[in-house]
């Protein structure tokens, strides 16, 4: 439950039901009784209360509260040490309010035609370009036409490989790879409800949410920060420089970062999504569509001898500052390592030891 103020009134938000209470403020003092689990009579007597309404007036609040499930009775059975109730307020108000009940009903797609027709001038732009110094931008081979691999091979080969060979160059062929076969653009229709692009990867509503930022770490391409271009299948320049310490930083200071050839930064734009979807799916098909992205990653990595290692414990502000991002419209869905993984699988890794000896290193260098 989120308790919020409006024209005087307390806002009792039952966010797991959809539904709102209003009541008097002076009864919030009775609700607060139960912030933590407690027997109804114990607050019955209380003399704080008793000093504002009688005991029957109290009693009287909180068999309304019961009969409205603001408060409920306590189930011990429950095991909920891992589950959405042990996650903070924000996440479970976000998971709780998107949910669809029973009852809820989609509008149908000639409404939602409809409606598109009276905002296309409103529609934001479905690719991302940079106005940026074009002479440092750089241009990508043609995507290979043929994939000579058993689909069930690349299935089944799939592995995630956080440390690759250090010093070996990926190369701008499987760079152009990676990326075209994960979000290239495949055709692109216009009409009369908005642009659809489509992508080797399945996008939700055709909305193509999902950019790509890449941080060159080895030669292939000159060392610095890149955006994919779907439009132009090239990598537009957005600063040069080393910036694997950066890399580090936004990666949590994972000791990946010091073997592979890049990090790539997969974001979502909200404002296409909600332009189409102005409810919590939009928000849902941000993160499918990470998802989907990461997958196709995955498998092209595998096809093309590449390490392709997801980062989830990452530093959003981080990542957010070194790209310039708005905040509001796009958000930073997931971080993946890349780097040549030739003869390598999942377990050519450092042990525990390696990582606590490392972690004692980082600390000393920060204090240094």
């Known amino acids: 439950m989120v308790i919020f103020n409006s024209k005087h009134k307390m806002i009792l938000d039952l966010f797991k039901k959809h539904e709102q209470l209003a009541i008097s403020p002076r009864y919030l003092s009775v609700l607060n009784g139960f912030s933590t689990p407690v027997d109804s009579n114990e607050v019955s007597n209380d003399p704080h209360l008793l000093s504002w309404f009688s005991r029957e007036e109290i009693q009287l609040i909180i068999g309304e509260f019961q009969k409205k499930d603001v408060l409920l009775t306590q189930d011990k059975s429950d095991d909920s040490r891992f589950g959405f109730s042990t996650l903070n307020q924000a996440v479970r108000y976000f998971y709780y309010s998107g949910l669809t009940f029973a009852g809820d009903q989609y509008i149908g797609i000639s409404t939602e035609a409809k409606r ?127 910036f694997r310490n950066k890399a580090k930083e936004i990666s949590g200071g994972q000791m990946q970062l010091d073997t592979t050839s890049g990090l790539i930064i997969l974001t979502e734009r909200m404002d296409r999504l909600v332009w189409k979807y102005p409810n919590a799916g939009a928000y849902k098909s941000a993160l499918i569509e990470t998802g989907m992205v990461s997958q196709n990653m995955a498998l092209i990595g595998t096809f093309l001898n590449l390490g392709v290692g997801f980062i989830e414990a990452f530093n959003d502000q981080k990542a957010i500052d070194l790209l310039k991002l708005n905040p509001n419209q796009e958000f930073v869905g997931g971080i993946i390592t890349v780097g040549d993984s030739t003869g390598l699988n999942r377990f050519d890794r450092p042990g525990i030891f390696d990582y606590i000896n490392y972690e004692k290193e980082q600390k000393n260098e920060q204090q240094d």
């Open 116 to 242: 598109l027709q009276k905002v296309t001038d409103e529609e934001p732009q479905i690719y991302k370009e940079y106005n940026g110094k074009q002479t440092d931008d750089v241009s990508l081979p043609n995507p290979s036409e043929k994939l000579e691999m058993n689909v069930y091979d690349m299935f089944l080969n799939r592995q995630t490989i956080r440390f690759c060979n250090k010093g070996i160059k990926i190369g701008l062929q499987r760079i152009a790879d990676l990326f075209y076969y994960s979000l290239g653009e495949t055709a692109v229709v216009t009409s009369n409800i908005g642009t659809a692009l489509y992508k080797p990867t399945a996008t939700p509503g055709a909305r193509a949410a999902t950019e790509c930022y890449f941080i060159s770490l080895d030669d292939s391409i000159p060392k610095g920060i890149y955006h994919y271009s779907v439009k132009k299948h090239l990598l537009e320049c957005l600063n040069t420089g080393d």
